[in-house]
């Protein structure tokens, strides 16, 4: 499905939606060019959560955890590595839930993932001509009829509001 984003409200809006939806085990794979707006909807993926520490973009940490959410999240940001490099990060073990509780995992970049999880939500975030963005989501062997349910009313409401 493809949504349009027209400010960075539209964007935080989406991330709430997710955020509030989500089963423990998630993991959000997002590609989209520089300042698309990953950060930002993990920024709301938090809100939706229940987060209220900042959630601050992990370029330079590669991966932030918050813990005080309905849920875990952990948000990675695989910027600046090789593929190799993420091999050796281990990321089965964030969606596996093993070693770690099993909460929403967050990838920015996921482009750099050299493998992706069994299921996982595809967000690609683009441009649009008038300075807004456009998402599309793709789900991939993970049931997202509710989670698409959420959204729907979701945007309707940032409609709705926009419009007032
Ligand atoms: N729908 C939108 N319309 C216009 N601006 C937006 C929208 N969503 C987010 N932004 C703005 O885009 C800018 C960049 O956002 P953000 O940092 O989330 O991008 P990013 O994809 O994480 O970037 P990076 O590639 O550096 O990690 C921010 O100023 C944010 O407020
Ligand atoms: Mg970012």
């Not at 993991?27 to 989209?32: A, M, T």
């Not at 309905?70 to 490099?85: I, V």
């Not at 493998?115 to 300075?131: A, R, V």
Request: charged share 20%.
């Amino acid at each position: 499905m493809k949504i349009f984003l027209a400010d960075t409200e539209a964007t935080l809006g989406l991330g709430i939606a997710l955020g509030e939806s989500l089963p423990p085990g998630s993991v959000i794979l997002l590609e989209g060019d520089l300042g698309a707006g990953k950060t930002t909807l993990v920024q709301g993926i938090g809100k939706g959560l229940g987060i209220t520490e900042p959630i601050v973009s992990p370029t330079f940490t590669l991966i932030n955890e918050y813990t005080e959410g309905r849920l875990p999240l952990y948000h990675l940001d695989l910027y600046r590595l090789e593929p190799q490099e993420v091999l050796s990060l281990n990321l089965e073990s964030y969606w596996e839930g093993v070693e770690v509780t099993p909460g929403i995992v967050a990838i920015e970049w996921a482009e750099r993932m050299p493998y992706k999880p069994d299921s996982y939500l595809s967000i690609s975030l683009t441009y649009g001509d008038e300075g807004d963005r456009q998402a599309e989501i793709t789900p991939f062997d993970c049931a997202i009829d509710k989670i698409i349910a959420v959204i729907d009313s979701r945007i309707l409401q940032v409609g709705s509001q926009n419009s007032v």
